[in-house]
T-cell receptor, first 113, second 114 residues
Framework: GDSVTQMEGPVTLSEEAFLTINCTYTATGYPSLFWYVQYPGEGLQLLLK???ADDKGSNKGFEATYRKETTSFHLEKGSVQVSDSAVYFC????????????WGLGTSLAVNP | KAGVTQTPRYLIKTRGQQVTLSCSPISGHRSVSWYQQTPGQGLQFLFEYFSETQRNKGNFPGRFSGRQFSNSRSEMNVSTLELGDSALYLC?????????????FGPGTRLTVL
């Protein structure tokens, strides 16, 4: 069945380091892909999205490119800040239904000053 | 615009009891989806309601049910609680139409079953 696999955490980085969180998916079609972030004590927030192959989603310095050939949607940021410490979730819209999301298990990121 | 609200924020119940959780979507949103979040299984889709009708359903037993009212507010009910039902239950709202619907999440209800 459709699934999302993302790298396990926790990931610990120093401020201004480069961040990559890997995400791959399996799907029967071409789903929309999402990255959500969950800050401590807060609800999930949409970070960025991409709806078709080669689309690049970007927000708050984060980027992810929809790669159909490698079925990947890796999250990157060139210079992380302490305020980026959170749990990051990769998700896909199930069978073209973006209101039924299939999620990765989440990757916890801790950024130290 | 007010965000998605969920009540209560915390609940403690014992095995065998039942529980009802409530979600108020963003004004104008007609779709409400429910998710269960646990450390072991991550986020799992429970069901989605749109205009008072269940439109999608995940792979959960019949003990999990929901409904949506004419004002789009939604409730989910879990009967005969089991220890494994302890989780954070998240509600998300969206417009429910169009090819790509961003979902807006509430803060969740933390359910503990003793």
């Amino acid at each position: 069945g459709d699934s999302v696999t993302q790298m396990e955490g926790p990931v610990t980085l120093s401020e201004e380091a480069f961040l990559t969180i890997n995400c791959t998916y399996t799907a029967t079609g071409y789903p929309s892909l999402f990255w959500y972030v969950q800050y401590p004590g807060e609800g999930l927030q949409l970070l960025l999205k991409a709806t078709k192959a080669d689309d690049k989603g970007s927000n708050k310095g984060f980027e992810a490119t929809y790669r159909k050939e490698t079925t990947s949607f890796h999250l990157e940021k060139g210079s992380v800040q302490v305020s980026d410490s959170a749990v990051y979730f990769c998700a896909q819209g199930a069978a073209g239904n973006n209101r039924k999301l299939i999620w990765g298990l989440g990757t916890s990121l801790a950024v130290n000053p | 615009k007010a965000g998605v609200t969920q009540t209560p924020r915390y609940l403690i119940k014992t095995r065998g009891q039942q529980v009802t959780l409530s979600c108020s979507p963003i004004s104008g949103h007609r779709s409400v989806s429910w998710y269960q979040q646990t450390p072991g299984q991550g986020l799992q889709f429970l069901f989605e309601y749109f205009s008072e009708t269940q439109r999608n359903k995940g792979n959960f037993p019949g003990r999990f049910s929901g409904r949506q009212f004419s004002n789009s507010r939604s409730e989910m009910n879990v009967s005969t609680l089991e220890l494994g039902d302890s989780a954070l239950y998240l509600c998300a709202s969206s417009s429910g139409t169009g090819a790509v619907n961003e979902q807006f999440f509430g803060p969740g209800t933390r359910l503990t079953v003793l």
